[in-house]
């Protein structure tokens, strides 16, 4: 079992709906990431929480510490929003999930 | 203020060779980390330095490795290239463990 957990996998949505990518992890954090890659690599860090919720435009993104769960949401999705959303927390090291591709189509 | 630079972007290899990739970190950001990105296993952390010494290292071979310069500047090094090598590779930079930005990474093919 991976200890970083994504769901789910691939995700198709309307422009305009509302978005809600999960991330499970097992181990112990001291922060975690919700990364943003488009196609041809570039990776943006979106969010770095280590407790309750951060907010930036249309994206939220929120931490349970107790539950080792995370969540980022995507308000009024647009086709620029199509891209991979990775969760990557911060252990030992740093550790990844597999990413969710998200498409938005207009 | 100028982003994380790679250099090369893109490079092919056969398998044998050596290659060293080259990172520059945002000014004034002091940690660069390494990671691997395949098809196959996504992303992974290689290593992380931080005013010159490795601080974290990831579960790679001993072909895998890195050095910091005094400016931060960031150079890895994988020898005896395999075709499983080929990948994305990434660095980012951060200030005192924030927030990371990353660069645009450099595809290396090995052949």
């Known amino acids: 079992k991976n200890e970083v957990e994504q769901s789910p996998q691939n995700l198709t949505a309307q422009e305009g709906e509302f978005i809600t990518i999960n991330c499970s992890y097992s181990?112990?954090?001291?922060?975690l990431h919700w990364l943003q890659q488009h196609p041809g690599g570039g990776i943006v860090s979106l969010f770095m929480?280590?407790?309750g919720k951060k907010k930036h435009g249309r994206l939220i993104a929120t931490i349970n510490i107790q539950e080792k769960h995370s969540s980022l949401h995507i308000t009024a999705s647009h086709p620029r929003d199509s891209a991979v959303y990775i969760c990557?927390?911060?252990?030992?090291?740093?550790?990844f999930g597999a990413g969710t591709r998200l498409t938005v189509k207009p | 203020k100028a982003g994380v630079t790679q250099t090369p972007r893109y490079l092919i290899k056969t398998r044998g060779q050596q290659v060293t990739l080259s990172c520059s970190p945002i000014?004034?950001?002091?940690?660069v980390s390494w990671y691997q990105q395949t098809p196959g296993q996504g992303l992974q952390f290689l290593f992380e330095?931080?005013?010159?010494?490795?601080?974290n290292k990831g579960n790679f071979p001993g072909r895998f490795s890195g050095r910091q310069f005094s400016n931060s500047r960031s150079e890895m090094n994988v020898s005896t290239l395999e075709l499983g090598d080929s990948a994305l590779y990434l660095c980012?930079?951060?200030?005192?463990?924030?927030?990371?930005?990353f660069g645009p990474g450099t595809r290396l093919t090995v052949t």
């Open positions: 980012a930079s951060s200030y005192k463990g924030h927030e990371q930005y």
């Open positions: 000014s004034g950001h002091r940690s």
């Open positions: 181990v112990g954090i001291s922060a």
């Open positions: 990557a927390v911060i252990s030992d090291d740093m550790r």
């Open positions: 929480l280590s407790s």
């Open positions: 330095y931080f005013s010159e010494t490795q601080r």
